[in-house]
């Protein structure tokens, strides 16, 4: 674990690393216990977003019987039933029958939902959705990725390099990895790849062997109340880290948290980086970077997807495949194949000119990546629908939404998709409109409603246009309702 003074207490002797042939797994941890009763009834809250349905897979391969609801069906909750997972709509205490033992929760679950009630009047233990990912690590060689952002991309990065090398590591991620075949899979092989998730603050929980901390920005306030408690949450999951902690030398933060540690490792652009790299050329189709480590040449790698953004995440695979003993060579291999996780700048129609691009980002920091790649795209017009995510985000952040969109010829603003908080004053769209006013002159146009945007787009969208659909919520309906519109009419 890492100490207070800087030191990783299990820290590997030069010559010692693991290769993926010989990994050896964390000690079992008290959380390993919860799956003590093969076949126990586990029902998760929330299982139609892609972090509780990934963890629904994990559960049911331990030997579990699994049950789940959410307020709607998707493509998630449908592959789930095919594998005999009970699937059921919307909320209701009916679906805690006696034989459920305990229940998971996804963040996005209040404390006041009637099956949560139900289920803690019942004496069933309520576990967050993190708690039991991390205790998923026990026996496995397990790399976490944490950080504000890039943590879903890297984590897909790491675990499509070792499958090209013939592995078969088991995932968990925030995202759908088609290349990998969905949201999480299990795998043939020990090592264990994971997003560890902050916003709840059970970060803090996981004991991987490698960590890696892409970077921290403030964030998630409706969790923590302010930056020390942020910091202590990634402190902690540090000082939990049983091997190596694998760090981006790029952010301030992470750099201050991370660099007095012995057994660390920074990644990055910043001259001072342990694994350096260096763009070479960078274009819409794609990026290739030189690295170096301590001004030792290593080689080119080139990644089929655009932004310096993401060839910082392949820069922390680099890293992490070091450590597992692989070769630049291979590393380099892997990523050249690497395939996107969906909603990272995923182009989801090219109709009649107009190219419809859906992506994840909600923070203005993911924002800007976005606006940058776009601006490498040729357009006539960059048009843009976003849908701000939590009250609390939007009120802490506003005055930094309108310079992220630098670039866009016009926004289009949709309200702000709760996740279950209560409306804040201060932190309404209606609120972030008037920072765009006050900081902006992209022009701006604020919706009532996702079907007011489509209206919108139907008689806006022109050949040559870029669509940007942008956020973190229900918000990617218009990409595909854009697509469906554009198909119809051509």
């Not at 033992?101 to 004496?123: L, Y």
């Not at 968990?172 to 902050?198: F, S, T, Y």
């Not at 392949?314 to 630049?328: I, R, T």
């Amino acid at each position: 674990m890492v100490e207070q003074q800087g030191h990783l207490k299990s820290a590997p002797r030069e010559g010692t690393r693991p290769t993926p042939g010989n990994v050896v797994g964390p000690v079992p941890t008290p959380g390993a216990l919860l799956f003590a009763q093969p076949g126990a009834h586990v029902h998760l809250l929330g299982v139609g977003g892609v972090g509780m349905a990934g963890l629904a897979i994990h559960l049911a391969a331990r030997g579990l019987t699994v049950s789940g609801c959410d307020v709607a069906r998707n493509r998630l909750t449908d592959g789930l039933e095919t594998r005999g997972i009970t699937i059921f709509t919307g909320h209701d205490p009916a679906h805690l029958g006696d034989e459920v033992r305990w229940v998971a929760r996804s963040p996005a679950v209040p404390d006041a939902n009637e099956e949560i009630r139900a289920a803690r009047a019942k004496g069933l233990p309520v576990l967050a959705r993190g708690a039991v990912l991390a205790a998923l690590l026990d026996g496995r060689f397990s790399i976490a990725v944490g950080g504000t952002h890039g943590k879903t991309t890297t984590s897909a990065m790491i675990a499509q390099v070792l499958h090209t090398t013939g592995l078969a590591p088991g995932f968990c991620i925030g995202g759908e990895v088609d290349a990998l075949g969905g949201v999480a899979a299990v795998g043939e092989d020990r090592i264990l790849v994971v997003e560890a998730d902050e916003s709840d603050g059970t970060l803090a929980l996981y004991r991987p062997d490698i960590a890696v901390v892409t970077n921290i920005e403030l964030d998630h306030l409706e969790h923590f109340d302010g930056e020390p408690a942020l910091l202590e949450c990634f402190a902690s999951f540090l000082r939990g880290t049983r091997r190596c902690v694998v760090y981006g030398a790029d952010d301030s933060r992470a750099s201050r948290l991370c660099r007095s540690l012995s057994a660390a490792r920074s990644y990055g652009f910043a001259p001072e980086a342990d694994v350096r790299g260096t763009i070479l050329a960078e274009g819409p189709e794609g990026v290739r970077v030189e690295v170096t480590a301590r001004n030792r040449r290593l080689g080119d790698f080139t990644l089929p997807v655009p932004g310096r953004h993401n060839a910082q995440n392949a820069l922390a695979a680099c890293v992490v495949g070091d450590e597992l003993g692989l070769s630049f060579e291979q590393v380099a291999a892997g990523l050249a194949v690497f395939r996107p996780v969906k909603r990272r700048f995923e182009i989801v129609a090219e109709v009649g000119g107009i190219t419809v691009v859906s992506d994840y980002a909600h923070h203005p920091t993911e924002i800007r990546a976005v606006m940058r790649v776009a601006a490498g795209r040729p357009a006539r017009r960059r048009l843009v629908v976003f849908q701000p995510h939590r009250f609390t985000r939007s009120r802490t952040l506003g005055p930094e939404f309108p310079p992220a969109f630098e670039g866009a010829d016009e926004v289009i603003l949709l309200p702000v998709y709760a996740a279950s908080e209560p409306p804040l004053e201060g932190g309404t769209s209606a609120d972030l409109l008037k920072h765009f006013q006050a900081f902006s002159q992209t022009p701006v146009r604020l919706l009532s409603s996702l079907d007011e945007a489509r209206t919108w787009l139907r008689g806006h969208l022109r050949s040559g246009d870029l669509l940007l659909v942008i956020g973190a919520g229900d918000v990617e309906n218009i990409a595909w309702w854009a697509r469906d519109d554009l198909l119809n009419c051509s």
